[in-house]
């Protein structure tokens, strides 16, 4: 199975992708709520089983540092797989709008773009670990969607910015993972190599890679500020700051994204407060209008009493 950008077996899993959601969508449509809250648990539940059983699947299975390495959540939709589980069951509306925006941004832009696999050097023996990417990644973007779309949650324009913050808050969560990582042993240290961007670079957390295009293109929205070291042995060498350098970026396309989605379901509450927002000004600007008429008229009966009181 030799994955590559639009060759036949691209298309067959995003076309498996799109049949698993339409399926279930009209498989739950008419059942009660309970049975679809359980049955779209049980995908992240099983979502967070394989993360860890992927340890006994090539190339993990083969690769002791990898193994140990790799069965934490070193990257966003590792971190997401194991935390969506648990924010499922939240109340909280940001949480939830946050799982939709950045669950589905991230599923499809993995099913249209699948980096893991086009990149693998021996597809016919990681046959599984392809099958479990396309799972882990279809499973994001089809459980939040799915809640939307049965009605368990609704989202709101007026709360798109849960998505940059959230991703912003996972990468906190990824980059507290490093350390402990690093601290128990299971991944060395950065020490001399924290300078290179590629290693244990997950997420872009540390800085754009060299001759990275999706690295290269975040960094465009990055303050020059945030790409120098500013004090100490390394003063004003190029480093881009770790996390912060990508609070600007995450903002500035994260956010657009997240309404482009929200209009789908919540295009009509948006074009409602738009109506009242433009109603308001027009009246604000009609009482505007009506001040100079009212002090003109004023004056025209001043000047009036003024001359009849010269004719008397």
Not at 261 to 270: P, R, T, Y
Request: aromatic share 18%; glycine share 6%; hydrophobic share 50%.
């Amino acid at each position: 199975m030799e994955i590559q950008m639009f060759n036949h077996w691209y298309f067959l899993w995003l076309a498996l992708a799109a049949g698993g959601i339409c399926g279930l969508y009209y498989g739950l449509r008419n059942k009660t709520t309970k049975t679809q809250k359980i049955v779209l648990f049980s995908f992240l539940a099983f979502g967070l089983l394989l993360h860890f059983l992927k340890a006994f699947i090539p190339p993990y299975s083969v690769d002791e540092a990898r193994k140990w390495r790799d069965s934490w959540f070193v990257n966003i939709c590792g971190a997401n797989i194991a935390l969506f589980p648990f924010l499922f069951f939240c109340k909280n509306k940001y949480v939830k709008d946050y799982m939709f925006y950045i669950g589905v941004l991230s599923g499809v832009l993995a099913l249209v773009y699948p980096q893991e696999p086009l990149a693998k050097s021996n597809q016919m023996g990681e046959f599984w670990d392809i099958v479990r990417f396309y799972y882990h990644h279809w499973m994001l973007l089809a459980v939040p969607l799915l809640m939307v779309l049965f009605k368990q949650h609704s989202l709101s324009y007026k709360r798109i910015l849960s998505a940059p913050i959230g991703v912003l808050l996972l990468m906190l969560f990824i980059i507290l993972n490093q350390i402990f990582q690093s601290e128990l042993g299971f991944i060395p240290l950065r020490n001399e190599d924290i300078f290179d961007t590629h290693y244990k670079n997950s997420s872009y957390i540390w800085g754009p890679g060299t001759d990275d295009a999706i690295g290269s293109f975040l960094a465009l929205f990055c303050p020059k500020f945030f790409t120098k070291i500013p004090v100490g042995e390394f003063a004003g060498q190029t480093k881009y700051w770790p996390w912060f350098w990508m609070i600007f970026p995450v903002f500035i396309l994260v956010t657009p994204l997240a309404f482009g989605l929200s209009m789908i379901f919540d295009h009509k509450a948006f074009a409602q407060d738009m109506k009242a927002i433009v109603a308001k000004v027009r009246v604000k600007l009609g009482k505007a209008e009506e001040i100079p008429v009212k002090e003109a008229v004023g004056a025209e009966e001043v000047q009036e009493e003024t001359a009849i009181t010269k004719e008397k």
